[in-house]
């Protein structure tokens, strides 16, 4: 049967989160803050020139895993983001998007995916940012798994790109690997190694390179480890690209 919604035509069952307003452009003011429901538009650019701005998250429990805000600042100035208990999240400096997905739900901040991309207006240079503090967990297996969250296509250029994670190791005598692959080849010069010799072993596990990107290529932070039983776990982590030039 054919359904019209909106002008939207589809064959068979239709089905969605939300219907929520798709873009939103709200003039910051002084000290002032802009509280988002679940009704809210998805996509919101921030515009004006006044300091102190704020953005405040919905609740996480009156919407559903998947969600996403896209937020974009014009102005010329910083604005904070804050979580649903008005603490604060992140900070998006001018000229720059950022992009949340809701991974969870354990509370009513949630946990969201965030990733975004920064214009340098004097610099032109091109930088991107994703952060998670959504657990990953590699149990049982050897092979090079995709870190929940860490991948993206960053546009045509020469990057340094660098990884940062809180991991836990448990079981005596497991090495855990992190590289960057590059549409699936390993990129030999991010590869980085960690061993454990206690039976359980809280690190933070740091990769960089410098690696080129036709525009098209898909960037992934993959970890391995030598135990097929021991377990590695991976709490909060950020992968950042920093445009170096074409």
Do not use: C
Request: proline residues 4%; neutral net charge; glycine residues 8%.
């Amino acid at each position: 049967m054919t359904q019209y919604i909106d002008n939207l035509i589809t064959e068979g069952n239709l089905r969605a989160n939300s219907w929520a307003p798709g873009f939103a452009i709200t003039p910051n003011t002084l000290n002032g803050t802009l509280t988002l429901t679940a009704a809210s538009a998805y996509q919101q650019e921030i515009t004006g020139a006044n300091t102190g701005y704020k953005v405040k998250l919905p609740n996480a429990q009156t919407l559903a895993v998947g969600w996403k805000y896209e937020f974009y600042n014009s102005s010329m100035t910083s604005f904070s983001v804050l979580y649903d208990d008005s603490t604060v999240y992140f900070y998006i400096p001018p000229s720059s998007m950022v992009s949340l997905v809701l991974e969870s739900i354990p509370n009513t901040n949630g946990l969201w995916l965030r990733s975004g991309a920064t214009l340098g207006v004097a610099s032109g240079l091109l930088n991107y940012t994703v952060s998670s503090s959504t657990p990953f967990s590699y149990g049982t297996g050897t092979t090079a798994l995709l870190i929940t969250g860490m991948s993206l296509t960053p546009a045509s250029g020469s990057y340094f790109v660098t990884y940062q994670g809180s991991i836990v190791i448990t079981g005596n005598n497991t090495s855990v690997t992190t590289a960057f692959f590059k549409d699936g080849s390993q990129v030999t010069d991010s590869i980085r190694t960690i061993a454990s010799s206690v039976s359980t072993f809280n690190t933070t596990h740091i990769s960089s390179a410098i690696v080129p990107f036709t525009g098209s290529e898909i960037l992934e932070v993959k970890i391995a480890k030598s135990s097929n039983s021991n377990n590695a776990t991976i709490n909060s982590r950020n992968l950042v690209l920093l445009r170096l030039g074409d």
